[in-house]
Structures are given as C-alpha cells and as structure tokens.
C-alpha cells in the first residue's frame, strides 16, 4: 500500500504519480487522479499590511501544509471616492469611476502574487481571489446599503460597470504573472431569509450580467466560481462559464455534493465543513472527507476543500488530517476492490 511519509514537516505520497499541477488539472477536466486535490485558505488581516508581507504569510501556509493548489487569499478593501464615507444618494454612487492598478488594494495584491508566483515550485497551481463588483462596493459602503443601491438602478449600473472595467484591467494584470486561476467569489446565489437574500430579479439586474463580463474576461484561466453564504440557489449560476463550481455544501439550506453532482458535470470543490473544521476531532475529520467522497462519486472531478476560509487560529493537525485523508484516498479504494 503507498505510504505517507513526513519530510520537512510535511506528509508527502510516497507513490504519487502526478506533480501538483497536472493533479489539479486532471481534476478540473475529469480526468482520472492518482488523489483528490486539496487546499484550504485563511485570512491573514493584509489589508493592514503590504504585498511583500501578505506573500510570506501565505507562502509559509502553503508550505506548512503542502496544499496541492496555492490559493491566494485577496483581503485589500474597496475604498470609496475622496469624501465619500458611504452612499446615500444616487450622486453617490456616479462618483465611482475606473481606476488604476496603482490604487493600493491592486498594486498590493499584484506585488503579493509576484512574489508568490517567484518563489514557488512551477508545478504549484497558483489561484488568485476575486470578489464579484457588489459585493465589493458593499465592503466598501456597508451591507446595509444594498437596498439603496438597487433601488437606483441606473446610478448602480454605472457604478458596477466601472467596477467592472477596472477589475477587467486587473485581470490583464494577473495574466502577465502568471497566474493560474482565479476563485471568483460571489453573493448572487444568497437566498431570503439571509439578511444578504438576493431575488431572481436582482440577480439578473445586479449580478449576473457583471458576473459574466468577468468570467469571460478569465477565458483561458481555470475559473472556480464560488457561491457564498447561505442558503443558496446554485441553479442561478449553473451555467455560468467556469470549470469549478465551490459552495460550502456542509452549511443549512445548500445543496449536498451529491445533490449538485446531478445537476452538473463540472469539477466540484467542497467537501469540509469550514465552520467546525476547528473543534472535531481528527476521526470526525476523516468520516467527513470519506463521506464527501462517496457523495461525489469517487475522486474524479472533484477538489476537497473547506467551503470558504478556515479560521487564523485552526490546529494544522487539523488541517493535514483532511489533507492526508484524501491522498489515502485512492490507496484505500484499491485495496478495498483488490
């Protein structure tokens, strides 16, 4: 039976067959894989700190765990126009224009990026983070404004498609690092009764259509669009253009892996409850990846994750115990057929 083996802190597959990045991309085409790719990601607080600091930190994650995929946490914040503390008025929101990649929350994450992308193995997947023009714009004016925002439908659509333009800039930018992907993270599937619910209506008029203008604009990078929150109507974004789709399957009113495995071919990221990971036990940890796996059919066209951001503080013992359970994986499925 292949063996794990610590190296360096790590626990390495001894008889893997593939290097990092042709692991994640069987995966994301469905091809066969010698273990289901893993990754997990955390906040680091960076938007107090610079590029620079933001890529040692994420780099020594990445390291600390060996992670499959290196994706990059993005936690720069939207800052509204000079004056502008939030919106309260339609004038409001036509004083958000293009801006520059010189603006820090771009010229921060792309100095990260380049680091990281510098000092990291080349079969390493390196996964950028981007988050849809709404839900950026309410980051920087408060969730509470959503309402007002919708309810000036002309100065909103403005705003977003200058949002849009720039974070179009911005992925020109990524290109040249490179990168490999991004985790586009958006808020359109949010269902009432969530304080964030989002109607069919409003995620026609003030998500999908930005939404689609960004991924199209990642046309050639492996796109995981990633629903956030709950609950969630997947179906919104069922044909949205990616390869991944990424929800946190574990939380009240989504969709089960297996639920979504019906519904679509695409390459499916989940699997950890992110909420819990910190407080169960390492037996727990290895049922849920067991279990995620027997509802994804098996480990083709599937990546374990944890649903959204595993907290700062959590145990990497932890965190390997999800990671060593899916490269057992598929040593464990051949001793059993065997």
Same mark, same amino acid.
């Given at each position: 039976?292949?063996?794990?083996?610590?190296?360096?802190?790590?626990?390495?597959?001894?008889?893997?067959?593939?290097?990092?990045?042709?692991?994640?991309?069987?995966?994301?085409?469905?091809?066969?894989?010698?273990?289901?790719?893993?990754?997990?990601?955390?906040?680091?607080?960076?938007?107090?700190?610079?590029?620079?600091?933001?890529?040692?930190?994420?780099?020594?994650?990445?390291?600390? /765990?060996?992670?499959?995929? /290196?994706?990059?946490?993005?936690?720069? $914040?939207?800052?509204?126009?000079? &004056?502008?503390?939030?919106?309260?008025?339609?004038?409001?929101? $036509?004083?958000?224009?293009?801006?520059?990649?010189?603006?820090?929350?771009?010229?921060?994450?792309?100095?990260?990026?380049?680091?990281?992308?510098?000092?990291?193995?080349?079969?390493?997947?390196?996964?950028?983070?981007?988050?849809?023009?709404?839900?950026?714009?309410?980051?920087?004016?408060?969730?509470?404004?959503?309402?007002?925002?919708?309810?000036?439908?002309?100065?909103?659509?403005?705003?977003?498609?200058?949002?849009?333009?720039?974070?179009?800039?911005?992925?020109?930018?990524?290109?040249?690092?490179?990168?490999?992907?991004?985790?586009?993270?958006?808020?359109?599937?949010?269902?009432?009764?969530?304080?964030?619910?989002?109607?069919?209506?409003?995620?026609?008029?003030? =998500? !999908?259509?930005?939404?689609?203008?960004?991924?199209?604009?990642?046309? &050639?990078?492996?796109?995981?669009? =990633?629903? =956030?929150?709950?609950?969630?109507?997947?179906?919104?974004?069922?044909?949205?253009?990616?390869?991944?789709?990424?929800?946190?399957? $574990?939380?009240?009113?989504?969709?089960?892996?297996?639920?979504?495995?019906?519904?679509?071919?695409? /390459?499916?990221?989940?699997?950890?409850?992110?909420?819990?990971?910190?407080?169960?036990?390492?037996?727990?940890?290895?049922? !849920?990846?067991?279990?995620?796996?027997?509802?994804?059919?098996?480990?083709?066209?599937?990546?374990?994750?944890?649903?959204?951001?595993?907290?700062?503080?959590?145990?990497?013992?932890?965190?390997? /115990?999800?990671?060593?359970?899916?490269?057992?994986?598929?040593?464990?499925?051949?001793?059993?057929?065997?």
């Amino acid at each position: 039976m292949p063996l794990l083996t610590e190296v360096a802190g790590c626990i390495r597959y001894d008889d893997a067959t593939m290097n990092k990045r042709q692991r994640f991309m069987a995966a994301v085409r469905g091809e066969p894989v010698d273990y289901p790719p893993t990754v997990a990601w955390c906040n680091f607080a960076t938007d107090a700190i610079d590029g620079a600091e933001n890529a040692r930190r994420q780099l020594a994650f990445h390291a600390l /765990c060996d992670w499959d995929i /290196c994706k990059v946490m993005n936690d720069y $914040r939207l800052i509204p126009p000079a &004056g502008i503390e939030t919106i309260t008025t339609p004038a409001d929101m $036509r004083r958000f224009v293009k801006q520059s990649m010189s603006e820090r929350i771009y010229a921060e994450q792309l100095t990260c990026l380049r680091i990281m992308r510098d000092r990291l193995d080349p079969e390493v997947p390196l996964i950028d983070t981007l988050f849809e023009p709404f839900f950026s714009l309410l980051f920087a004016v408060g969730f509470s404004k959503a309402p007002l925002i919708r309810s000036h439908p002309d100065a909103a659509a403005g705003m977003l498609n200058a949002l849009t333009d720039t974070f179009i800039d911005y992925l020109a930018e990524i290109r040249k690092i490179p990168v490999d992907g991004v985790l586009y993270a958006t808020n359109a599937c949010i269902l009432a009764p969530s304080s964030r619910g989002i109607s069919d209506d409003e995620f026609h008029q003030f =998500h !999908e259509p930005y939404d689609r203008r960004l991924l199209n604009a990642m046309a &050639g990078l492996t796109r995981i669009v =990633h629903a =956030h929150g709950n609950p969630l109507d997947l179906r919104r974004i069922l044909d949205y253009p990616c390869e991944v789709l990424s929800w946190s399957d $574990r939380l009240a009113g989504n969709p089960s892996i297996a639920a979504l495995r019906k519904l679509t071919g695409k /390459c499916l990221m989940g699997g950890i409850d992110e909420t819990k990971l910190h407080e169960r036990a390492l037996p727990e940890i290895r049922a !849920e990846v067991a279990d995620a796996l027997a509802q994804a059919g098996g480990t083709r066209n599937f990546i374990l994750a944890p649903g959204c951001n595993v907290a700062p503080g959590i145990a990497l013992r932890a965190l390997h /115990c999800f990671r060593d359970a899916a490269r057992a994986s598929t040593a464990s499925a051949a001793s059993a057929k065997g």
